[in-house]
């Protein structure tokens, strides 16, 4: 079955810098465009990033623009998001997720945690 599973979250200090990874199983990862979304402690969960299945065209919530870079290898089904210039703002459970015939699948979420 498909399986997301996310990993690299943690604590951090304001400025810096965190790299989390999605590793996919189950499914051919290059066949499927990819993202990766966020929820904070009280609040729904927020789009973050999103990558086409190529590794091409990608797009951005506003608030990680030039912050977030969202990647992927396909040799390794892996999905990444190199996240810089944290703030406390970015404290999150941050969600891999992918959607195979209309169906969402998601990871069971890593925390990343900025320290004013």
């Known amino acids: 079955q498909v399986q997301l599973v996310e990993s690299g979250g943690g604590l951090v200090q304001t400025g810096g810098s965190l790299r989390l990874s999605c590793a996919a199983s189950?499914?051919?990862?290059?066949?499927?465009?990819a993202g990766w979304f966020r929820q904070a402690p009280g609040k729904e969960r927020e789009f973050v990033a999103a990558?086409?299945?190529?590794?091409?065209?990608?797009r951005y919530a506003d608030s990680v623009k030039e912050r977030f870079t969202i990647s992927r290898d396909n040799a390794k089904n892996t999905l990444y998001l190199q996240m810089n210039s944290l703030r406390p703002e970015d404290t999150a459970v941050y969600y891999c997720?992918?959607?195979?015939?209309?169906?969402?699948?998601w990871g069971q979420g890593t925390q990343v945690t900025v320290s004013s």
């Open positions: 997720h992918t959607q195979i015939s209309g169906r969402p699948y």
């Open positions: 990558i086409n299945k190529s590794g091409g065209p990608t």
């Open positions: 189950g499914l051919t990862f290059i066949d499927y465009n």
